[in-house]
C-alpha cells in the first residue's frame, strides 16, 4: 500500500474528493480527512447533509499547532491520540510512518495549519495514479507551489508549538494564495 495525498483550500472540494474516492471503490476505512477548523466553520459529519462513509464520521477536535479540525479515519485518529499520549508526533509521525516523506508531511500539517484540508488514501500500488487523479480532479493544491509560497516568508517546517491560525488569518492566507481571476 502506497499513500497518496491531496491538500485542498476549498473544504467542499476536499469533501468531494473523499465522495469521489468512495464511489471509485477506495474503502472508507483507508481514507481520512483533516481539515482547519477555526472559527467552528465546519460540523461534525452527523450534521452535513447527503454525508456517507467516511464523512458520517467526521469528529471535532484540537490539535497541537493547528488548533480546531474536524476529522475522520486513520489520520485524524492518530491527530487525536497524540492529545491524549498514546501517539507521540501525531500528524508528522502518522504521515511520515505511512510512507510520505517528511518534508512533505511537514507542507501538509503547514497547510491544514493555515486553513486547508487535507484527504490522504492508502492504496495499492496499481490503484496510485486513479487516487491521485481523482484528487488532482478534484483541485488538489500543487504542493511544489505551496511549498515554495511557505518558504518565501521563512517557513522551514510545521512546528506543534506554534499558535494556530485565527479565522481572519485563515481568510488573509486563502486570499494570499489564490491564484489571480481571469478577466
Known amino acids: 500500500m502506497r499513500v497518496v495525498a491531496g491538500l485542498f483550500d476549498d473544504y467542499d472540494e476536499a469533501r468531494g474528493a473523499v465522495s469521489d474516492l468512495e464511489a471509485a471503490g477506495f474503502p472508507s476505512e483507508d481514507m481520512s480527512i483533516v481539515a482547519n477548523n477555526a472559527g467552528e466553520r465546519y460540523t461534525s459529519g452527523g450534521a452535513v447533509p447527503g454525508a456517507t462513509g467516511l464523512l458520517m464520521g467526521l469528529d471535532l477536535m484540537v490539535t497541537p499547532g493547528i488548533g480546531p479540525v474536524v476529522g475522520a479515519g486513520w489520520l485524524a485518529s492518530?491527530?487525536?491520540?497524540?492529545?491524549?499520549?498514546?501517539?507521540?508526533?501525531?500528524?508528522?509521525?502518522?504521515?511520515?510512518?505511512?510512507?510520505?516523506?517528511?518534508?512533505?508531511?511537514?507542507?501538509?500539517?503547514?497547510?491544514?495549519?493555515?486553513?486547508?484540508?487535507?484527504?490522504?488514501?492508502?492504496?495499492?500500488?496499481?490503484?496510485?495514479?486513479?487516487?491521485?487523479?481523482?484528487?488532482?480532479?478534484?483541485?488538489?493544491?500543487?504542493?511544489?507551489?505551496?511549498?515554495?509560497?511557505?518558504?518565501?516568508?521563512?517557513?522551514?517546517?510545521?512546528?506543534?508549538?506554534?499558535?494556530p491560525y485565527s479565522l481572519d488569518e485563515v481568510t488573509r492566507e486563502r486570499e494570499r494564495l489564490s491564484p489571480p481571476a481571469l478577466l
Request: charged content about 30%; aromatic content about 6%; glycine content about 10%.
Open 78 to 163: 492518530a491527530a487525536a491520540g497524540a492529545l491524549t499520549g498514546e501517539c507521540v508526533g501525531g500528524i508528522i509521525e502518522t504521515l511520515t510512518h505511512s510512507g510520505l516523506e517528511e518534508e512533505d508531511a511537514h507542507l501538509y500539517a503547514e497547510g491544514v495549519r493555515r486553513g486547508s484540508a487535507l484527504v490522504v488514501v492508502r492504496a495499492d500500488e496499481k490503484l496510485v495514479a486513479q487516487a491521485d487523479g481523482i484528487l488532482r480532479n478534484r483541485n488538489a493544491v500543487d504542493i511544489s507551489f505551496r511549498r515554495r509560497a511557505f518558504t518565501e516568508d521563512g517557513w522551514t517546517r510545521f512546528d506543534a508549538a506554534s499558535n
